[in-house]
């Protein structure tokens, strides 16, 4: 069997999956028959041995590979013509005589293939999944039903009340219930305050305004705290490339007519997160924006790649911005 999953509900992505892990039996065989390879160090030859190894005193094995055809799509587009480039174009006639002893789970986190014959016959070899994320309107829904399954109580109020603070971030979401649920079962208003005021993550939004008002030394500040509060570099920067698009798509929807409440529903935000978004829209032109956006996305892909240390990064990286 061949899966592929996507979206952007990682809860019921991640369940998914390990279901299909737990369904190796007997348990104590389990890690013998799963694999999870990284599909950026492992060539076409090693992933045809790993998927076509057989079971170990079991039925099936099970191999997980994240982010296998954007990462074959994008040598494709490098029009490389090495050998481990060439191996890959072999995928689809080996995936059309997969072995039936393996199961392999493919995670993409999107989906977005158009016109490209080599990668669609890939695909058609899989049964494809998407685990959309719960849009602004079924979101406190969606919280109350997660609340239900961590023995908590809450009602429609105070799940509305976190969805328009935090917007469709489930894990944020998440981890605060979880926190919660540790030495409460009845969420309270102030519980809830408790919840808002620490899932969006003031010094984010703090570190930004500083960083479009080139004041490196508050940015670094907020940052530095962020670090105190066990964030690791790579969070924040996700998390500042995240308010940076938002603003990006705000500033688009701006200057297209839309009003706050338009636009609030296309970014899935309400409240302060988006207000703080509209206020940011206005301060600095786009340009700037996608400089910097690019710049930290290349910062990223370093870290991803290297040993260095990361806040020393990160630190390196804020003091030598020019906005």
């Known amino acids: 069997m061949k899966n592929l999953f996507y979206g952007e509900n990682y809860l019921a992505l991640n369940q998914a999956v390990t279901d299909i892990i737990n369904s190796i039996e007997p348990n104590e065989l389990k890690d013998v028959n ?126 509305k009340a976190i969805s328009d603070a935090v917007g469709v971030n489930l894990r944020i979401i998440d981890s605060e219930l979880e926190k919660l649920s540790l030495y409460t079962n009845n969420i309270t208003e102030k519980d809830v305050e408790k919840v808002v005021s620490h899932a969006t993550d003031p010094n984010i939004f703090h570190a930004v305004d500083a960083l479009l008002d080139n004041n490196k030394s508050i940015a670094l500040k907020h940052i530095k705290e962020l670090f105190i509060d066990g964030k690791r570099a790579s969070y924040i920067i996700n998390m500042i490339t995240r308010q940076l698009r938002l603003i990006l798509f705000a500033k688009h929807y701006y200057n297209i007519g839309y009003n706050e409440s338009r636009i609030g529903s296309l970014l899935s935000l309400r409240g302060y997160p988006l207000r703080k978004i509209l206020e940011q829209n206005l301060r600095i032109n786009r340009e700037i924006l996608v400089e910097i956006y690019s710049q930290l996305i290349k910062l990223d892909t370093s870290l991803k790649t290297s040993n260095i240390d990361e806040e020393f990064a990160l630190e390196i990286f804020i003091s030598g911005l020019r906005v």
């Open 34 to 159: 799963f694999t999870k390879l990284d599909i950026v160090k492992t060539s076409y030859d090693d992933f045809v041995i790993s998927t076509s190894a057989i079971p170990f005193m079991v039925n099936k094995r099970i191999i997980i590979v994240q982010n296998l055809i954007s990462n074959i799509e994008k040598l494709k587009n490098n029009h490389s013509n090495n050998n481990q480039t060439n191996s890959w174009n072999n995928l689809p006639k080996y995936l059309k005589n997969f072995p039936a002893t393996t199961h392999l789970v493919v995670i993409e986190e999107a989906i977005k293939i158009k016109n490209n014959n080599f990668i669609q016959k890939i695909l058609d070899e899989f049964q494809i999944k998407n685990f959309r994320a719960p849009s602004i309107q079924e979101l406190p829904e969606w919280i109350m039903k997660r609340a239900e399954v961590k023995n908590i109580s809450i009602d429609f109020k105070i799940a």
